[in-house]
Structures are given as structure tokens and as C-alpha cells.
């Protein structure tokens, strides 16, 4: 039987992948202060529309690599996110990853109010005054309910990544974190009905990495 030819590193299958997506971007190649961040969505995603669909506000990178390397603490509206960011890059800034979806006062608060899960566990995670970083990846309904949250007077995070996917609120929440901007809050975005959360992960880990790694 002949052997199959194929690379078996990951790190030489993640340069390969690297190379390869550098080189069909070509002349539209990202600014180099945010490649590495569209080029990790990229990589986690194959779908090169991400980079235009991204979007930069308030100085949003700086912002979030400032509050990793503090070790700030990052809700993350699934599970899936807190799963896919690595643990040994997040070790490595002293931060964590916390997600409340599933918690039990969570559900029964959710219930009691008719509201989604979603947002139940944002409005916990708002009470946590360690939580600088919050990443939404699936719930609209989460995203909706920090921005009215700030505007109701919560303190302001230091990075807000916004990556809801789906048909019902999901770029409809997006377009409104243009509410924040006159008070300066920092923010990633994917613009339209895309993002997800490998695409939320995908950002932190960008980030992390820029930090520091170990494999």
C-alpha cells in the first residue's frame, strides 16, 4: 500500500496555512497592526470575506491587549469560546475565561423574566467587576442587552468583541455598538450576519499569541 504524503507538524501545517492565506489575500493584505487577527479568523474559518466583514473601533487592539496582559477576566456568551481559546496562551497573562449560560440562577432568572438565557447571563457577568473582556459569539440577545446595560450607566469594558452569527439580530446588534462610540468603548465587530464563536476565539487567541505562546 503507498504511503500517503501529507505534513503531520502542527505548527508547520499552521506557517503552510499562514503562507498560503498571505499569499491569496495578495494586494489585499491587511494593515499590519491588525493582520495577524484576520489572518487567524481566516485560518480558523476559510472564508476570506472576514477580511472586510472586520471592523476596528476606539483603538480596539491596544485596548485588549492591554486588559489580556493585566489578566483580566473574560465572559464569553458559550461555551464553545471558552473551549476554543487556548488555555496555556491565557495561563501565560494570568486570565481567565468564565461563561454563565448554563448556571442555574441564570436559567431560573431567565424564566422568571421571559428572557433568553443569553441575556440573563449577561446581566451576571456585568456584576462581576473583574470581567474586562466580553466576547459574544452566538447571542444577539447578549450583545443587545451589555450595550443597553452601558448606556444605563454599567462601567464600560475594556474590549468588546462582537461576533453574534445568525438571521435574527445578529448584524442588527452589531450596527449598534455604534451607540458606544461617542463613549469611546473599544470594540471588535464582524460586520453583517456572520462571526460565530470560533471567530470570537479566533480574535482572543490572535491577541494572546501576540502576548506570548507555548504549543
Excluded at 22 to 46: F, K, S, Y
Excluded at 171 to 195: F, H, M, Q, T
Aim: contains cysteine; proline residues 4%.
Amino acid at each position: 500500500m503507498e504511503k500517503m504524503n501529507y505534513i503531520n507538524d502542527p505548527q508547520a501545517i499552521e506557517r503552510e496555512s499562514f503562507r498560503i492565506i498571505t499569499e491569496e489575500l495578495g494586494e489585499n493584505l491587511p494593515a499590519e497592526e491588525i493582520r495577524d487577527i484576520v489572518l487567524r479568523i481566516i485560518h480558523t474559518t476559510a472564508d476570506f470575506e472576514y477580511a472586510q466583514l472586520i471592523e476596528f473601533k476606539n483603538d480596539a487592539v491596544n485596548a485588549g491587549l492591554k486588559a489580556l496582559s493585566e489578566g483580566s477576566k473574560i465572559y464569553a456568551d458559550t461555551s464553545m469560546i471558552r473551549n476554543a481559546v487556548n488555555s496555556r496562551a491565557l495561563g501565560l497573562q494570568g486570565c481567565e475565561i468564565v461563561s454563565y449560560v448554563h448556571d442555574e440562577d441564570v436559567r431560573e432568572e431567565a424564566r422568571a423574566l421571559g428572557i433568553t438565557r443569553s441575556a440573563a447571563a449577561m446581566k451576571k457577568a456585568l456584576n462581576d467587576g473583574d470581567v474586562k473582556i466580553f466576547a459574544i459569539g452566538n447571542a444577539p440577545t447578549a450583545l443587545y442587552t451589555l450595550i443597553e446595560q452601558i448606556e444605563a450607566g454599567s462601567p464600560a469594558p475594556e474590549l468588546i468583541v462582537g461576533a453574534p452569527i445568525g438571521f435574527v439580530g445578529a448584524a442588527e446588534s452589531k450596527a449598534a455598538l455604534d451607540r458606544l462610540d461617542e463613549a469611546g468603548v473599544p470594540y471588535i465587530r464582524i460586520n453583517g450576519r456572520k462571526g460565530g464563536s470560533p471567530v470570537a476565539a479566533a480574535i482572543l487567541n490572535a491577541m494572546l499569541y501576540r502576548l506570548g505562546r507555548e504549543w
